[in-house]
């Protein structure tokens, strides 16, 4: 009789969570109203759910970007992924330090975060290994706590890289 060995293995996520904007650093707060501001630029006229990313170079220039939605929904783009490639425009060589990222929801009051899907997180980790640094994530809905990560790779665990290929 064959004996099967199984090793499991687990992978924790930590994170800080603050529930006013006053407990995030000056820095942080400044980028999650610049998102939130954002968010009125969204061109969302079928999901009529809103997006805005706010994001800090290393040279502190902010920029930020929304989610654009299109008829044929594939192409759809997501505001952290636009917020990427608009700061990577202006400047391709800067890190991106830390992202602030929002929605507004039309059917509810979302009181908890939401958090990037799938491909923006394959591309903000790619983000922090292309340039070598990690960059910090600030998640908030319309009301409710602020979820703070300290890299974004920490929202991909498991995730594929250069290093495959
Ligand atoms: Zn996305």
Redesign the pocket.
Known sequence: MVKISTIKKSISLEYDVFARPTDLSAADQELYEIAAAALPESYSPYSRFQVAAAARLENGEVVSACNTENAAYPMCL?A??AALAAAASRQPTAKVVAMAITVKSPSQVLAEPAS??G??RQVLAEHEQRHGHRMRIILRAEVGPFYVLDSAADLLPLGFSSDFL
């Open positions: 997501c952290e992924r990037p899907c491909a923006c």
